[in-house]
Nanobody
Framework: QVQLTESGGGLVQAGGSLRLSCAAS????????MGWYRQAPGKQRELVAT???????NYADAVKGRFTISRDNAKKMVILQMNSLKPEDAALYYC???????????????WGQGTLVTVVS
């Protein structure tokens, strides 16, 4: 099966930075869009940033200018560089990848298990 493994979460002071990584493994024919989402306690999961296979990016308004999403296709990884972190950025961050496992199957979304980001004032 396809798995996504996140890393890089932790505790950081407001104004600081964190770098989240997500690596895809398993049987993968292709990876299309990749992205990062987050979920804070009592709130719905929300989109943070996405990146297409061609490198086109999209960001939530709340993180524009502070976060940068990138990918390394050779390593099957997606990165989220988070700068100028705010307390409201604290959440469980999940990576997502749209993948196919063969040329005959449709693309489906796969989720990682999440990495926790804590921001203190």
């Amino acid at each position: 099966q396809v798995q996504l493994t996140e890393s890089g979460g932790g505790l950081v002071q407001a104004g600081g930075s964190l770098r989240l990584s997500c690596a895809a493994s398993g049987r993968i024919f292709s990876i299309n869009d990749m992205g990062w989402y987050r979920q804070a306690p009592g709130k719905q999961r929300e989109l943070v940033a996405t990146i297409t296979s061609a490198g086109n990016t999209n960001y939530a308004d709340a993180v524009k200018g502070r976060f940068t999403i990138s990918r390394d296709n050779a390593k099957k990884m997606v990165i989220l560089q988070m700068n100028s972190l705010k307390p409201e950025d604290a959440a469980l961050y999940y990576c997502n990848a749209v993948v196919t496992t063969s040329s005959y199957t449709r693309a489906v979304g796969v989720w990682g298990q999440g990495t926790l980001v804590t921001v203190v004032s």
